[in-house]
């Protein structure tokens, strides 16, 4: 369905941190896509350059919190700008959950730079099938 | 009246003059710290957004790429520019998955990087780590500035 679509050029959504900050530098929103099976809530983030050790997920309250930091670029010794066009920094965002999430068996997981997130439901909170019975 | 706004400015009265341009100064030191992040963004409007750095040996391209595997790009380079194309593909979950939010794009993307000196095409190297893309482009020998010592 997306197969002669061009991805459109975006730039990076940069937000102000939500507390004052004891590092400096730029905050992030990772784009994603979160959906809903009768299951589970699964999360997908586009978070490039972080690596696992750096994530951290965070869930208390029904606030999903994801924290994500990059190493800074062009590090390297020596090494000058000729064109910047994108910055990198801390990868920021939270989601409230409207439904109770059995919070052991949360699953995450992190390829390429992006995180798959899998939040199973509660047993209670999966929709039962009412059966209407003739009457 | 005039005279007396003149001679009544407080500051005159309770600092030093050069209190205030100590303050001005601070405000433009600030104005240019943080210049660069808005002046040097000059997106040339096409998909991935990159970052273009050299040292004395390469140039250095990196670019986010998320969620797309070595194999679906696809690289190339002549002696003066690299072109960095591909397709990033979603995989479609299962049909019963209803989605709250959708913002990661699939799609195809070509972007030619025109770089400022001669490089060596044969010997360009890309890395793909944690969804970001470095390729490491070697200038070539006519390109490199050469040490000239003065006798």
Same mark, same amino acid.
Request: proline share 7%; glycine share 6%; charged share 30%.
């Given at each position: 369905?997306?197969?002669?679509?061009?991805?459109?050029?975006?730039?990076?959504?940069?937000?102000?941190?939500?507390?004052?900050?004891?590092?400096?530098?730029?905050?992030?929103?990772?784009?994603?896509?979160?959906?809903?099976?009768?299951?589970?809530?699964?999360?997908?983030?586009?978070?490039?350059?972080?690596?696992?050790?750096?994530?951290? #997920?965070?869930?208390?309250?029904?606030?999903?919190t994801i924290t994500g930091d990059v190493d800074p670029i062009a590090a390297k010794a020596g090494e000058e700008d000729v064109t910047i066009e994108y910055e990198t920094g801390r990868f920021y965002r939270q989601f409230t959950l409207s439904e109770v999430i059995d919070q052991n068996k949360i699953d995450a997981k992190l390829a390429?730079?992006?995180?798959?997130?899998?939040?199973?439901?509660?047993?209670?909170?999966t929709p039962r099938k009412i059966a209407i019975k003739a009457g | 009246m005039i005279y007396r706004r003149f001679f009544g400015l407080p500051?005159?009265?309770?600092?030093?003059?050069?209190?205030?341009?100590?303050?001005?100064?601070?405000?433009?030191?600030?104005?240019?710290?943080?210049?660069?992040?808005?002046?040097?963004?000059?997106?040339?409007?096409?998909f991935p957004l990159i970052n273009l750095t050299e040292n004395q040996d390469n140039f250095f391209i990196r670019a986010e790429l998320p969620g797309m595997s070595s194999k679906e790009l696809d690289i190339q380079a002549t002696s003066n520019s690299v072109s960095i194309?591909?397709?990033?593909?979603?995989?479609?979950?299962?049909?019963?998955?209803?989605?709250?939010?959708?913002?990661?794009?699939?799609?195809?993307?070509s972007r030619i &990087?025109?770089?400022?000196?001669? #490089?060596?095409?044969?010997? &360009?190297?890309?890395?793909?780590v944690?969804? &970001?893309?470095? &390729?490491?482009?070697?200038?070539?020998? #006519?390109?490199k500035p050469r040490q000239i010592s003065v006798r």
């Open positions: 369905m997306t197969d002669s679509k061009e991805i459109k050029v975006k730039e990076k959504q940069e937000v102000s941190a939500p507390a004052e900050q004891t590092t400096p530098g730029a905050v992030f929103t990772p784009e994603v896509d979160i959906f809903e099976t009768e299951k589970a809530i699964t999360l997908l983030a586009d978070i490039p350059g972080v690596k696992p050790d750096q994530l951290n #997920i965070d869930l208390r309250d029904n606030i999903l390429d730079g992006v995180l798959r997130l899998n939040l199973p439901k509660v047993a209670k909170a | 500051s005159w009265e309770t600092r030093s003059p050069y209190a205030e341009l100590e303050r001005l100064r601070r405000q433009m030191d600030r104005l240019f710290t943080e210049w660069p992040s808005s002046y040097q963004r000059q997106a040339a409007g096409v194309g591909g397709e990033r593909k979603i995989p479609a979950e299962s049909t019963e998955a209803k989605y709250h939010r959708r913002e990661r794009e699939a799609g195809k993307f &990087v025109g770089l400022p000196s001669e #490089i060596d095409p044969d010997k &360009v190297e890309a890395d793909l944690n969804g &970001v893309l470095t &390729v490491v482009v070697p200038k070539a020998q #006519i390109g």
